[in-house]
C-alpha cells in the first residue's frame, strides 16, 4: 500500500479546513498544497486560534491526537504535512 | 572549542525537556512524560491578585527548578548547579565545563534567543535550554522547543544568562554530576503521584489545586474591572490560550503529558487502574482545549460581555469538577 497521502485525502483536509473556519470565498484548488498555511503566500492565511480549530478539528474526523503543541505545530505547516501524518497515523494504528 | 556529540530531541516542555536530556545525555534512558511525572509537574495555581503580576494570571505546572530538584530527590540523580553575580564568571564556567564535554543547562530570559522568530520572542526569564558546544563567537544549543541545535551568538546567550527582572536567571546554570544505573522507578513514580494528588486536592491554599480552578471560574468574570480596554482584556483573555497551549504545556496546560506518564507508569507498576485514568486524563485534557479555543475566540472576536465571560466560567467550574474526581480516584489507584 503506498504511503503517499492521494489527492482525495489531500482535498477533503483543505475542505475540512474550510469548513471548521467558515472559508466561503476560497476555492480548494487555490490552496497549494506546499505552501505554509500561517503566514506564507497560501490563499490560506491563516493565525494561531485557527490553528487550535484545525487540531481539534482533525482530531474530530481522524481521531488523530496532535498534544504536543510544538510538534502539532511542524504537522500543520502546510495540506502536505497534514496529510502525510495522517497517512502515517493510519498506518501505525 | 568544538560540539560535544549530544542527542537533540525535541520536548514538549523547555525544563521538563531540558533535564531529560540531561539525564539520557548521562545513560539514564527516562522519557520526558515520566520526568515530569516523577517531578509532580502536574498543577493547578490561579493567582487574582499577586505582586509579580499586573493581571489575574494563572499556573499549569509546578515552580521553575521543581522538575530538577524532585527528579534529583526521588531518582538519586545528582546534578550540579551554579548561580553568578558577575557575568565574567558565569561565562566562563560555562566554557570550562564545555571544554570538559560537559553539556550544560543554562537559565534564560527567552527573548534574546536569536534563533526564535522575533514575532515569537517574549521576555520569560526561566527558559532552560542546554549548551552543547562553541564554535568560535556561537554558542551551539540543544533547545528543546526546536527540531534541531542553533546557533547563539555569544553576546545574546550573555544577556539571555543575565537578563534582569523578575526571576532573573543570576547566570544559573546546572549539569548532571551523577546517574543511578538501572533505577528502580516504581517507588519514584508512586511518590510523584502522590505528592501531585496532594498538590491538587489537599494543599491548604484557596488558590491552588481543584481550589484553585474554582477560584479561577468564579473570579475571571471580574478580569474586566481589571483591564484598561476592551483591547486589553482580548489580550489577557487570549492569553488563557497561549498559558494552557503555547508554552511548552505539551498541550491542554500539561494534562495530555501527564496522562502518557499514567500510562507509562501502568505498563511498570502492572496497575490496569492507571491507565484507564491516563485514557479520563486525556478526556479532561480535551475539556481544557476547548477552553483554550473558547478564550481564543472570544478575545479575537472582542465578544468580551458578562454572558461570554460567564461561559467561560462555566467551562472552567467543569473542569473543577471532573478534575477533583480524577485525583481522588489517582490518589486511590496508588494505595
Known sequence: MSNEPS?????EIKELIMSTLNIADI??????DDEPLFG???ALTLDS?????????LQRKYGIRLNDQNLARQIIQSINSIAEFIVKEKASS | MTTIPFNHKMGAHCESGTVTSLVNHAGLDLTEPMVFGIASGIFFGYFHKHRSFTFPTFIVRNRPG????????????KFNTFSFSREEEGMKKLDELLLQGIPVATQVDFYYLDYVPSWERAHVNVHFMVVIGKEEDDYIISDSYFPK???LKEESLRRGRFAGGNMAPKGFLFYTARVPEQPDLRRPILKGIEKACFNMLSLPVPFIGIKGIRLFAKRVVDWPTFARDTEHLSHEVMKINILLEDQGTGGAGFRYMYATFLQQASSLLHNPKLKELSQQLMTIGDGWREISLFAARI???RELGPEKLKELSTLIMDRADVEEKFFKELKKSIK
Request: glycine share 10%; hydrophobic share 30%.
Open chain 1, 27 to 32: 476555492n480548494p484548488e487555490e490552496v497549494d
Open chain 2, 66 to 77: 521543581d522538575m530538577r530538584k524532585n527528579i534529583q530527590k526521588r531518582l538519586g540523580v
Open chain 1, 40 to 42: 506564507g503566500n497560501n
Open chain 2, 149 to 151: 541545535p542553533e546557533r
Open chain 1, 7 to 11: 489527492d482525495e485525502l489531500k482535498r
Open chain 2, 299 to 301: 478575545g479575537k472576536n
Open chain 1, 49 to 57: 486560534v485557527d490553528g487550535i480549530e484545525i487540531i481539534m478539528a
